[in-house]
C-alpha cells in the first residue's frame, strides 16, 4: 500500500519568515495530494491540494509543488503569521483501482510561529 | 463548513463492551471514511463506504466494523473495546471518492 513520510515533525520559524514542510509518498499511481492543517482539539482542515497534471499550485501565501518523478510533495507558507501556528499534514491518495478511495497521511508537522 | 456530524463527541467505556460511533452528512456525498488519529501516527483509515451497503477495508480495520444503511449515516462498531482504541475518531466525506475530503469534529473514545 502508499507509504507517506513527512519531515520535519517540528518546524519553529520567526514571523514573517517562510516556511517549507516535505513529503515523500512510495505509490507512482497516487494522482491527489491534499494538505490539511489542524489546529489543537480542531477537525483538520483541507488548505490546498494538488493533482498530478501540475508541478506548482497558490493561494496567496501558501503554494504547494509537486515532484512526480522523485516522487515528493512540498507546503510553502510565505509571510508567516501567529494564526499559522498549527499541526499540518500531507497526504496522498491512495489508488485501489476500484474508485472508492481513501486517504494516507503523513504523521504531521507542528508549525511554530515565533513573535 | 460541510454538514457533518459526528456523535458522541466523547465516550468513556470499559474494555470488553461494544461500542458505536456515528456520523451523519447532509452533503449526499456518496463516500464515507472513518479514520483514527493517534500521537505520532497521524491518520489512519479504518474503513470506508463507496455507497449503501458498500463497505470496504482500510489499513487498520482489525477489531473494527461498518455499516451503511442510508446515504447519509455511516456508524463504526467496536465490537469488544479494548484499550488500543482509545483514540480520537474521524468522520469523513468526499463527494468524488478520495479527493476534496472534509471532516466531522471527531469523537474522543476512552477505553478504561
Known amino acids: 500500500g502508499e507509504n507517506v513520510e513527512q519531515h520535519p515533525s517540528t518546524l519553529s520559524v520567526q514571523e514573517g519568515d517562510s516556511a517549507v514542510i516535505k513529503c515523500t509518498y512510495s505509490?507512482?499511481?497516487?494522482?491527489?495530494f491534499p494538505w490539511y492543517k489542524q489546529e489543537l482539539g480542531k477537525r483538520p482542515q483541507l488548505i490546498i491540494d494538488?493533482?498530478?497534471?501540475?508541478g506548482e499550485k497558490k493561494d496567496q501565501r501558501i503554494a504547494v509543488t509537486l515532484n512526480k518523478t522523485a516522487k515528493h510533495f512540498s507546503l510553502h507558507i510565505t509571510e508567516t503569521q501567529p494564526e499559522d501556528s498549527a499541526v499540518y499534514f500531507c497526504a496522498a491518495r491512495i489508488y485501489s483501482g476500484g474508485g472508492a478511495d481513501g486517504l494516507t497521511f503523513g504523521k504531521g508537522t507542528h508549525l511554530i510561529i515565533q513573535p | 463548513d460541510a454538514g457533518i456530524t459526528q456523535s458522541p463527541r466523547h465516550k468513556v467505556t470499559e474494555t470488553g463492551t461494544p461500542v458505536t460511533l456515528r456520523c451523519h452528512q447532509t452533503e449526499n456525498h456518496r463516500y464515507m471514511y472513518w479514520y483514527r488519529q493517534d500521537p505520532g501516527h497521524g491518520l489512519r483509515l479504518i474503513h470506508y463506504s463507496y455507497g449503501v451497503k458498500d463497505t470496504d477495508k482500510g489499513e487498520v480495520s482489525d477489531g473494527y466494523s461498518v455499516s451503511r444503511s442510508k446515504t447519509e449515516d455511516f456508524l463504526l462498531t467496536l465490537e469488544s473495546a479494548t484499550s488500543s482504541q482509545t483514540s480520537v475518531y474521524f468522520c469523513?466525506?468526499?463527494?468524488?471518492?478520495?479527493?476534496?475530503?472534509?471532516f466531522g469534529q471527531g469523537t474522543r473514545l476512552t477505553v478504561v
Open positions: 469523513a466525506i468526499s463527494e468524488s471518492g478520495g479527493t476534496e475530503a472534509f
Open positions: 494538488i493533482r498530478s497534471n501540475v
Open positions: 505509490d507512482s499511481a497516487s494522482n491527489y
